[in-house]
Structure formats: C-alpha cells, structure tokens
C-alpha cells in the first residue's frame, strides 16, 4: 500500500510563497492520480488541486486557480503543491492524497471521496 509524507508547510505572510511536497512510498505506480486538500478549522476539507499521473491532466478549485500549481516527479515518486499570492484565507491544514483504487472511474477529481490513500498533512499558515 502507498504512504504518502507531506512536507513544505510554514507560516508566510500574504502575497508569500510556499512549496508543499508529498513523497509516496512503494508502489506509487499503483496511484491513478493524485491531489491536495485543505482543512481549515470548522470548515470540510476541500480539493485544491490534483493531477493524473499518466496524462498530467490537472484540475484546480476555482478559489486557486492561477496562485497554485500542482506538478509531479515521477522518477522521485514526489507530488508538489507550489502556492503564490498566498493570502488568509488559505490558512489550513493541507493534505496529500491518492487513488490507488480506480476511484478516479466514479469521483470528480477533486472529490475527497475519490481518494483512498491519506498523508498525516501539513500546516500552512498565512498572516496579513
């Protein structure tokens, strides 16, 4: 079974930068896609991003959309979040995911439901 480690989080100011990374264990080749969420407090976790690992299409929330840009390496079995014009309202705890379950055949892309591999997450954290 893949596991998935996230690292890159911190506390920035708005209009900083930050870079997540999320490593995968053995079998990552068993991952169909891949993706990011966030978790702010009392809120549900949301799909930011996420990308399929054979045709690297990507898939943004509308609220990223030109701030975030996912990518990948595969020869490193490393996803990456890479966020601009960060701003407060992108504060949460941030989240790597995948599927390994074909999952991708039933849920959107930024499902929650259509990932069944979870990382511990990540803290981002952005004052104003």
């Known amino acids: 079974q893949v596991q998935l480690v996230e690292s890159g989080g911190g506390s920035v100011q708005t209009g900083g930068s930050l870079r997540l990374s999320c490593t995968a264990s053995?079998?990552?080749?068993?991952?169909?896609?891949m993706g990011w969420f966030r978790q702010a407090p009392g809120k549900e976790r949301e799909g930011v991003a996420a990308i399929y690992r054979l045709s690297n299409n990507a898939f943004y929330a509308d609220s990223v959309k030109g701030r975030f840009t996912i990518s990948k390496d595969d020869a490193k079995n490393t996803l990456f979040l890479q966020m601009n014009s960060l701003k407060p309202e992108d504060t949460a705890m941030y989240y790597c995911?995948?599927?390994?379950?074909?999952?991708?055949?039933?849920?959107?892309?930024?499902?929650?439901?259509?990932?069944?591999?979870w990382g511990q997450g990540t803290q981002v954290t952005v004052s104003s």
């Open positions: 995911a995948a599927d390994t379950g074909e999952l991708w055949r039933k849920y959107a892309a930024l499902s929650e439901n259509g990932y069944n591999v």
């Open positions: 053995a079998n990552y080749y068993s991952t169909y896609r």
